[in-house]
């Protein structure tokens, strides 16, 4: 009876402490929630306050002197500002080479225009036009003429208003002139889809290419494509693009240098946008653009498409250069603010064909259709959080704290490797746990090796793993704090996924610049594997507003990494040749080469302070184990490091994490 009553006594305090819990939690989002509203009231305030408007340009002034502090800072030296700004004058130099510059000289132009593939595919081009400003028009026909492969048909489908006759009159002359295009004037604007569905029905080639009527082709684009279908037998292609404002294609106002196929990507962003070509049997039994989908229906057709795709080839060259003016998306998208419910709409018929329910997508604020997707968390799956732990008591005790107060997943252990630590201050932290309001939650395991065995990271944590109970496995360094208090969440609503491995989180200095948005191969001096968007500021949108929304990456650091169990013992865990470094990367590879991807989410948000605990890697032994380390990765990895990055880009620069243009004859002094 005794012991009844106390386990009754026991599953009463954990309710009461799991309610307290809920409740603090509770208060704390409505002291915050409060604290947002008093904040935004005072900044209102302060920016309708006539002196504030006055003192404008000398605040402008005081935040370009901390701006060129901060740069001073970030690069280490003066002499670090200087090798950037060199290197940034040569990247702007560079953006020459992207435009007119890139276009095939007569002896280039002879070689491509007289190549015979072995497969010479007709490309039906469609391009639906409406209105449209006759210069426009007159160079995207000709941008069509001038490419170096000649097998193609131009399909013009017409639904200019009587306003606008002279559309038809100037497209029908090219027509009459050039068999290659067909003309036909459309009874009444039936909107995009529509127009362009009725473009499809002139189309007699074996791909279909889309184009849009105020846009500008490069010459070789055609000719670079048809390579791909000869090389690789592609049946969906895209490139890299800019938008150019005006009538300059050299009056670049950005580049899109894009990564290989990315789902997750894709859906939250359609990033492969133009200029997409595909093999004309992939519309087999659904249509080409639907009018539901107006404003977004690329969007739509890509997602559908590449769903369909046996082989998806991104070609990375700039040969699609997109017209930025008044009304047209690329300039605003509150041109077309339809746009952003149909892409919304386009991406949940998606995820349903996909077998995804309750999910949720929301915009970002890196821009209305940059969406932030919700994936159904299913379950209550145990996650245990693995720590290794030697010594700096503090910082484990920072973190312990605040997985407990700012979490608000509940099912977890936390297992703490204790790996030779000797101070008195761990010892009495560790004594803490048993008594404290964790103690059901935490263990501590001693990690025994002989006194002159060296470190090992990779046996440290593979051990943990070993006496973890959980369905999922959370690594976890010691010196890292929780932020976000749905940062469990919103990674195993990742993990949880079939197609997913490992899942890696958005990590900052204590400073609030970013140390952690994902790993790019081949990065940095080593040419193994470096961080991107590295000490960039926290609330930077990061390159094309990649740092707002989950995406596939190579890999993710194991400061903050979670799998599930199964999948972790499928590649082994850690190898522990690799005793300190490049063990996650090593680990997120052997993932990726069994068919899983690798996500970073930027919305599970912790911040690292970074080595605290470890040491310095880049003196003494530590540098010789760390470039021991680093020609393993690279022998091991070198077919995989060859063929480049596929979430990346090789207009890049393995110089810098800051998405910098390759720049030939430059050599950065560091990696920023």
Request: proline share 3%; net charge negative.
């Amino acid at each position: 009876m005794a012991e009844g009553n106390q386990h009754d006594t026991r599953e009463f305090d954990a309710l009461a402490r799991e309610k307290l819990k809920s409740a603090a939690l509770a208060e704390r989002v409505a002291v915050l929630e409060n604290e947002k509203r008093e904040l935004e009231f005072a900044l209102n305030r302060i920016k309708n306050n006539p002196l504030w408007k006055l003192s404008a340009p000398a605040r402008g002034l005081m935040h370009w002197c901390i701006r060129q502090i901060d740069r001073v800072r970030n690069q280490g030296s003066l002499r670090g500002v200087i090798a950037k700004i060199r290197y940034k004058k040569r990247e702007r130099l560079a953006y020459a080479h992207y435009g007119t510059e890139s276009f095939p000289d007569e002896e280039q132009r002879k070689k491509e225009s007289q190549t015979r593939f072995d497969r010479m595919p007709r490309i039906s081009i469609l391009t639906p036009l409406y209105n449209t400003p006759e210069k426009y028009l007159r160079d995207m026909i000709e941008s069509v003429q001038a490419q170096t492969y000649q097998n193609w048909q131009l399909c013009l489908a017409d639904g200019s208003d009587e306003d606008h006759a002279a559309v038809g009159l100037i497209a029908g002359s090219y027509a009459e002139n050039d068999e290659r295009i067909t003309y036909r004037h459309l009874p009444e604007n039936k909107g995009i889809s529509e127009n362009t569905n009725a473009c499809l029905t002139l189309a007699e080639g074996d791909y279909i290419a889309l184009l849009d009527h105020d846009d500008i082709l490069h010459p070789s684009a055609l000719y670079a494509y048809v390579q791909e279908i000869n090389a690789q037998d592609a049946d969906y292609l895209y490139c890299d693009e800019a938008t150019f404002k005006g009538d300059d294609i050299n009056r670049m106002i950005t580049m899109h240098f894009k990564p290989d196929y990315a789902i997750d990507n894709l859906r939250a962003n359609n990033y492969i946008c133009h200029f997409s070509m595909f093999l004309r049997s992939l519309l087999t039994g659904t249509e080409l653009f639907r009018p539901q989908y107006d404003g977004s229906q690329d969007h739509d057709m890509i997602l559908r498409l590449t769903d369909r795709a046996q082989k998806i080839v991104h070609v990375p060259r700039l040969l699609y250069y997109w017209r930025s003016h008044a009304g047209s998306t690329a300039s605003n998208i509150e041109a077309k603010h339809y746009a952003i419910e149909a892409a919304r709409g386009a991406v949940a018929d998606h995820l349903r064909r996909h077998g995804y329910e309750h999910f949720q997508i929301t915009s970002t604020r890196a821009f209305e259709t940059i969406f932030k997707i919700s994936y159904e968390v299913k379950g209550e799956p145990m996650i245990s959080i693995v720590v290794p732990s030697h010594d700096h008591a503090r910082d484990l005790k920072r973190l312990i704290d605040s997985i407990y107060t700012r979490s608000t997943w509940d099912n977890y252990e936390i297992i703490v490797v204790e790996n030779g630590s000797t101070e008195k201050e761990t010892k009495s932290l560790y004594e803490s746990f048993e008594d404290g309001p964790m103690r059901e939650r935490v263990r501590v395991l001693d990690f025994h090796r002989a006194a002159d065995e060296p470190f090992n990271f990779s046996a440290v944590v593979n051990f943990g793993v070993r006496q973890a109970r959980g369905q999922y496995i959370l690594l976890l360094n010691n010196d890292t704090e929780v932020i976000t208090i749905n940062w469990m969440e919103e990674m195993l609503m990742y993990a949880q996924r079939e197609d997913v491995g490992a899942v890696g989180a958005k990590l900052y200095f204590p400073d609030r610049k970013i140390q952690h948005a994902g790993v790019v191969l081949g990065l940095g001096a080593h040419r193994t594997a470096g961080h991107v968007h590295y000490k960039q500021a926290g609330q930077n949108l990061g390159y094309m507003g990649r740092l707002c929304y989950a995406q596939d990456m190579s890999a993710v650091t194991a400061a903050c990494l979670l799998i599930e169990r199964r999948k972790w013992d499928e590649v082994g865990g850690f190898d522990e040749h690799l005793a300190v470094s490049l063990n996650d990367v090593d680990f997120c590879l052997k993932l990726r080469e069994k068919g899983y991807l690798n996500v970073f989410t930027p919305f599970a948000e912790l911040t690292h302070y970074e080595s605290a605990s470890r040491g310095d890697d880049l003196s003494g032994e530590n540098a010789k184990r760390y470039d021991a380390e680093c020609e393993l990765f690279r022998t091991r990895w070198k077919s995989v490091l060859d063929a480049g990055d596929p979430y990346y880009n090789p207009n890049f620069s393995l110089d810098r994490s800051d998405f910098s243009l390759r720049v030939e004859g430059y050599s950065s002094l560091r990696v920023q």
